[in-house]
């Protein structure tokens, strides 16, 4: 029997890339949710177009306005429940990820909950160099979570992913912006999912990509995902889900 599984990219303003991405990810994967996180440069009209000519292949959400990278992800996860999907697959809609490459996370997602690509496991003849900042950051905050929640990450950030439904069903995940990855970690550490990492290449195409106002700052960024990371913490532990040997960062456990 087929396995059901949804490839799901979360899409703000990307009409250069938004038609070639699809034709692409139609070729791997049998049904695809585009979520429209409240477009302004044409994306709506033509996402609206590409669902009217393949419905029975194109599946589209429109946010009515911009509400973020976490809450695009969110609608697409409850798709995934309520359309009864074995699970879902989740790449970004501005080229830096290869569609070719949605079998081997759904191969991979037999023998784990979540599969998570990883820009630093293997490299690639052609791979970008990542700009200073957004390694420096990853690094700290990949690290960080390894410590605290026993992960053996390499990439905390990486938008391609494979989620089984069942790993969807008993997290929590509120986190609406691009700190909802650090969210995810302390959720899938307090269900105690299974976690695997498969080698995806480094591809950067937007080197001046913006985080949202004062997160375009380095240390600011990094600053407030502690702060999430934190907070994540704090609330699974309050509700028995991590023990307190689970540290905050202003706490000194042991």
Not at 91 to 108: N, S
Request: one cysteine or more; hydrophobic letters at 35%.
């Amino acid at each position: 029997m087929k396995s059901r599984w949804l490839t799901a990219l979360p899409v703000f303003n990307e009409v250069n890339y938004v038609d070639d991405v699809l034709d692409q990810v139609l070729r791997y994967s049998d049904r695809v949710l585009v979520v429209n996180d409240g477009s302004s440069d044409g994306t709506t009209e033509k996402l609206d177009a590409r669902k009217a000519a393949q419905p029975e292949r194109i599946d589209v959400l429109h946010h009515p306005q911009n509400r973020g990278y976490g809450a695009a992800l969110q609608s697409a996860f409850q798709f995934t429940l309520d359309n009864n999907y074995e699970g879902v697959v989740t790449l970004d809609c501005d080229g830096q990820h290869q569609p070719h490459r949605i079998p081997r996370f759904i191969e991979a997602a037999r023998t784990a909950d979540i599969v998570s690509g990883s820009r630093y496991l293997k490299k690639y003849e052609g791979d970008d160099e990542p700009p200073a900042e957004r390694m420096f950051i990853n690094r700290r905050i990949t690290a960080d979570l390894n410590d605290r929640l026993g992960f053996s990450l390499t990439d905390a950030f990486c938008g391609f992913k494979a989620y089984r439904a069942d790993a969807l069903r008993v997290m929590r995940i509120t986190d609406e912006g691009y700190a909802m990855p650090l969210q995810l970690w302390v959720e899938a550490a307090a269900a105690r999912l299974s976690v695997v990492e498969v080698p995806v290449p480094l591809i950067y195409l937007d080197l001046d990509r913006s985080f949202g106002g004062s997160l375009d700052h380095a240390e600011t960024r990094l600053n407030y995902y502690n702060q999430v990371i934190d907070e994540a913490i704090e609330m699974v532990r309050s509700e028995g889900r991590l023990p307190d040997t689970v540290c905050l960062r202003t706490q000194s456990c042991g």
